[in-house]
């Protein structure tokens, strides 16, 4: 398994193409549409909403990183447009609870094996 720096992602939106880019190191999350940079931000805070204008239209960037990897982008009626930005990004967040998960009950059943006998 190797480290990959960047996270890319493409999504279509209508005739528009919608590039999203996560860079682990620094934490900066860019989007562009058709080659035109929307939003290059550095996420600090585990929530963070931000507002895009896309094809004229006015959109909200949803990003939620605490303990499991969420990032949408909903128009300005509410409705959602795209379901996740970075869905690679989100499969691993996953894993990596599962695994966390399934470490600590193991740890936690071997204690108890321990003290009961």
């Known amino acids: 398994m190797r480290f990959e ?3 890319r992602k493409q999504h279509h939106h209508g005739k528009n193409i919608i590039a999203v880019e ?3 190191l620094t934490t900066r999350l860019s989007i562009s549409c058709n080659g035109d940079k929307l939003l290059s931000k550095y996420i600090f805070l585990p929530y963070m909403t931000t507002s ?3 094809a ?3 959109f909200s960037v949803r990003i939620f990183w605490f303990i499991l990897w969420g990032a949408k982008l909903i128009d300005e009626k509410g409705c959602l447009v795209i379901d996740e ?3 690679e990004r989100r499969r ?4 990596h ?3 966390l998960g399934l470490i ?3 740890k936690l059943a071997l204690v108890y094996i321990a003290s009961t006998q």
């Open 5 to 7: 720096r960047f996270q």
């Open 22 to 24: 996560y860079d682990r």
């Open 52 to 54: 895009i204008v896309l």
């Open 56 to 58: 004229g239209e006015r």
């Open 85 to 87: 930005l970075l869905p």
């Open 92 to 95: 691993k967040s996953i894993g």
């Open 97 to 99: 609870c599962c695994y």
């Open 104 to 106: 600590t009950s193991i």
